[in-house]
Nanobody, 129 residues
Framework: QVQLVESGGGLVLAGGSLRLSCAAS????????MGWFRQAPGKEREFVAA????????AYADSVKGRFTISRDNAKNTVYLQMNSLNPEDTAIYYC??????????????????????WGQGTQVTVSS
């Protein structure tokens, strides 16, 4: 499995921005679609965003669409999540993950955490009001 390490989390005021990075090691990174999930205490892990293997297709949860942008740089083995207009409801641990797929199909498989194989340790994002 690929090794994933998230970074870039921290404390930010409402309305602010953060950019999360997920650095990967292993040959599977460039062969896999990637996703970002988040989990707050007492809540289930929820889908945030996904990107196809090459990066030509992206998908977002309704709660973050228009505010967050997922991107990837396969040459750097890194996937990013740019988060703008943050609000306290965005507070959570954010995880990146790889999926044994290449495309984001109309089945919306990428919404399901059990579709992913490798996960990072997570990075904490806290948004204060």
């Amino acid at each position: 499995q690929v090794q994933l390490v998230e970074s870039g989390g921290g404390l930010v005021l409402a309305g602010g921005s953060l950019r999360l990075s997920c650095a990967a090691s292993g040959r599977t990174f460039s062969s896999s679609a990637m996703g970002w999930f988040r989990q707050a205490p007492g809540k289930e892990r929820e889908f945030v965003a996904a990107i196809s293997r090459i990066g030509g297709t992206t998908a977002y949860a309704d709660s973050v669409k228009g505010r967050f942008t997922i991107s990837r740089d396969n040459a750097k083995n890194t996937v990013y999540l740019q988060m703008n207009s943050l609000n306290p409801e965005d507070t959570a641990i954010y995880y990146c993950a790889t999926a044994p797929r290449t495309l984001l199909s109309s089945s919306r498989w990428y919404y399901q955490s059990n579709e992913y194989e490798s996960w990072g340790q997570g990075t904490q994002v806290t948004v204060s009001s």
